[in-house]
């Protein structure tokens, strides 16, 4: 009796080689596994170091300012040349600076730069939507468009640089792309070295991630949601949860 | 011969499988983007508590409870400060809730800060099981955003444990993305899209590991037969 090719001793070897495959896989992952994860964010960061700018910018977010410690690298950047300027890109957290719960984000600035010793004079604002990358690259590069001769070094999160770079070359023209500059800021609780260690650096590597593909699932110009006025959010609000009550009754 | 035909019959199955979820993607995330919303119409209750993030929409949705008369109390948990709040730029998440509810006709009496420097959605659960320990009979309508309510809610079932039946979702509508398109836009991934892996996450952190194992042991049962049918 010849033992046939899908045999039990031949089901046994293989199944050798693949745990001995396994194993090896798992002791690479093991032994490297700092630089493959620190591998894992390289696609997500663009460093665009230049000395050769006029204007600082900053992207206001709802959530704040991009980027960690950007007051100190701002204060920094304007001390080195008191030349240079300040541009803000998006509104902020619209609602609440309405409301005075938060001030403006330009008065921010100046008491963050004067809190460092950097007072400054006129802040440029481009109003847009800095909660969308492409639609701050797309308010950048009208203000670009209206500025021939200004050249941006904007600043923004570590993990989030590579979109950004990306979005501002979908919105500018590519002679015109070298005129705004990428410097990305790593977070003060990790960096490419040690983002896995804290549950921080898990949520901005993955949502940097998720932002990177999400060109996969669209295109990224979906129109934002209309943003209502606050006493129209609670009108609505309300108004639904009555239509609710209705309904169930 | 007869293994190369299994072979193409698998790959045949599997690249229908693919082609039917690409076709039907559109309906797919919408239903996807839906599903996280586990809200509930508000009822009357003692406490309304505002979970923190999203300054802009959940204290507004709480003020407007209150002002409606469906409960005469809020509760924000107390939060662990964030780089921002380190530096002084902006004031801590509890603390702008409290200005926007008050800013919205919230007396401050009325406004409890619950103690617990919370840093996640398990954290703010826990301060308000604590609360709940002092108050048995308080009944309370969590607000959130609405993509959050699902992961909320599975959090404080879990931590509130005999407590659980005390509190009602009530959902925010969000304006950060508009859930019907999340996947067109960058802030609809960054929001719906990581709402799925924080779902994953908590699950699988906080969640019992038996139905986990449960489901292993049952693929690898499954995996087997079929290995052991394909040797025959």
């Given at each position: 009796m010849q033992a046939s090719s899908g045999g039990p001793k031949s089901m046994k070897s293989k199944r050798n080689l693949w745990a001995i495959a396994a194993a090896i896989l798992l002791a690479a992952a093991a032994l490297f596994h700092h630089a493959l994860l620190r591998g894992l964010t390289r696609p997500l960061v663009a460093c665009q170091p230049s000395g050769d700018f006029d204007y600082v910018g900053m992207i206001s977010r709802t959530e704040g300012p991009?980027?960690?410690?950007c007051f100190d690298a701002a204060a920094r950047l304007l001390a080195e040349d008191p030349r240079r300027r300040l541009l803000v890109v998006g509104a902020g957290p619209v609602r609440l600076i309405e409301m005075g719960v938060l001030p403006p984000f330009e008065e921010v600035v100046r008491r963050e730069l004067a809190r460092r010793g950097v007072t400054i004079g006129a802040i440029s604002v481009v109003s847009g939507d800095g909660d969308r990358y492409a639609a701050a690259a797309v308010a950048l590069a009208a203000w670009l468009d209206a500025h021939r001769d200004a050249r941006v070094l904007l600043l923004c999160s570590q993990f989030r640089s590579a979109h950004t770079r990306r979005a501002l070359n979908a919105a500018i023209s590519a002679s015109q792309a070298g005129r705004a500059r990428i410097c990305p800021l790593s977070d003060r609780r990790f960096d490419e070295n040690n983002w896995w260690k804290c549950r921080p650096g898990w949520r901005e590597v993955g949502i940097a991630w998720l932002i990177r593909m999400q060109g996969l699932l669209g295109d990224g110009q979906a129109a934002p949601p209309l943003r209502k006025t606050t006493n129209q959010y609670e009108e609505d609000f309300l108004r639904s949860v009555t239509n609710v009550k209705e309904r169930t009754k | 011969m007869k293994r190369l035909r299994r072979l193409l019959i698998r790959l045949l199955l599997i690249t229908v499988v693919l082609v039917l979820l690409w076709v039907a993607r559109v309906p797919l995330l919408r239903v996807a983007g839906r599903w996280l919303d586990a809200g509930s119409p508000p009822r009357p209750a003692d406490y309304v508590m505002v979970l923190n993030g999203e300054e802009n929409s959940r204290p507004l949705v709480a003020a407007a409870l209150v002002r409606a008369q469906l409960a005469p109390q809020v509760l924000v948990a107390e939060v662990l400060a964030s780089p921002d709040v380190i530096d002084r730029v902006r004031p801590p998440s509890h603390e702008i809730n409290r200005m926007v509810l008050e800013k919205r006709g919230v007396p401050a009496n009325r406004i409890t800060i619950l103690p617990g420097r919370a840093g996640t959605t398990h954290d703010e659960a826990l301060a308000l099981a604590a609360f709940l320990d002092n108050h048995r009979h308080a009944k309370v309508l969590v607000v959130t955003s609405d993509y959050h309510t699902r992961r909320s809610r599975w959090a404080f079932s879990r931590d509130l444990g005999?407590?659980?039946?005390q509190v009602l979702f009530v959902s925010a509508p969000t304006?950060?993305?508009?859930v019907t398109r999340w996947w067109l836009d960058e802030r609809g991934v960054a929001t719906i899209a990581s709402e799925y892996l924080k779902l994953a996450f908590y699950t699988a952190r906080?969640?019992?590991a038996l139905p986990w194992l449960a489901a292993c042991a049952c693929l690898a049962v499954v995996i087997r037969c079929a290995r052991n049918r394909d040797a025959r």
């Open positions: 991009d980027g960690d410690r | 005999d407590h659980s039946g304006e950060e993305c508009d906080y969640g019992c």
